[in-house]
């Protein structure tokens, strides 16, 4: 008798400790710890490069078209792309962004130099390590409170509001992680592969007709410097013209009765009138 009532109370204990348990886990998530790799050895650089390649008006299209053409033959793809034609007096251009794997780098830096002169070649690189590792400790940890919720979800003793609060839990879990998820591959993509810009210009003629073009181009740019000064002046006027329907009205008045007041200033005072 008492070995069976001792063994009562221990499954009682049992399952109100589980409970509490339980209720815990529920109303208060597991706290989101990042993992710590402070002795991490490798280190994630994004790196991009900037390009400025001349080249003459007539070969223009064609090295702008060979660059883009040349791009998928190697571990590269083409981000965006465009290219200005000469119309009027505007100088004809060409941008192209990629990124490229950096064992392909060279080659493809090789391949530009044909296409034309180098103007300027810049690079830039920036450490990303701090940003991917919090990134990746982030998504581990979703990913286990995920599941856990996932695990709770699934007991057979949970109560309707222990499953309501577990499904509300875990929708908001999920979208964190997609969002952690989605921020990694950017990541990724920045540091796994080079960013490289190219802008194709059109070299400037020499001599006289240099000198011409730069004419041009100083009348080009005050047409439209006028343009911008009228522009500016128009919206000055519009917004001015609100208040002038106030201030002036207001100005005739003041300017009235000033003068009223003038002249009763300079208007001879009448004669007493006579007692008599």
Not at 29 to 46: C, D, H, K, N, W
Not at 202 to 218: I, L
Request: positive net charge; hydrophobic residues 45%; contains cysteine.
């Amino acid at each position: 008798m008492n070995r069976t009532f001792v063994i009562l109370i221990f499954a009682a204990l049992t399952l109100i400790a589980t409970g509490c348990g339980y209720k815990k886990a529920v109303l208060a998530p597991a706290p989101m710890v990042l993992t710590a790799f402070a002795g991490s050895p490798q280190r994630y650089i994004a790196e991009r490069h900037k390009l400025e390649v001349i080249t003459s008006e007539s070969d223009l299209q064609k090295s702008w078209e060979s660059a883009v053409a040349f791009c998928p033959t190697i571990q590269c793809e083409v981000v965006s792309s465009s290219i200005t034609t000469r119309a009027g007096d505007s100088v004809p251009s060409g941008v192209i962004s990629l990124r490229v794997a950096p064992d392909d780098l060279k080659r493809l830096l090789g391949y530009v130099e044909k296409l034309g002169k180098i103007a300027r070649h810049t690079t830039d690189r920036e450490d990303k390590t701090t940003a991917v590792v919090d990134t990746e400790a982030k998504i581990k940890n979703l990913t286990s409170f995920r599941d856990n919720l996932r695990a709770m979800l699934a007991r057979p003793s949970a109560s309707v509001k222990d499953l309501v609060e577990i499904q509300k839990q875990l929708t908001d879990t999920q979208s964190e992680l997609d969002s952690e998820t989605a921020q990694r591959k950017i990541l990724a993509n920045e540091t796994e592969k080079i960013a490289l810009e190219i802008a194709f210009r059109v070299e400037r003629p020499s001599g006289n007709a240099g000198g011409f073009a730069q004419v041009r181009e100083a009348l080009a740019e005050s047409g439209s410097v006028l343009a911008d000064s009228t522009a500016s002046l128009i919206t000055a006027i519009v917004a001015i013209i609100p208040w002038l329907i106030l201030i002036v009205p207001a100005i005739w008045l003041l300017a009235k009765a000033r003068r009223k007041l003038k002249l009763r200033r300079s208007s001879p005072a009448a004669p007493p009138a006579s007692t008599n």
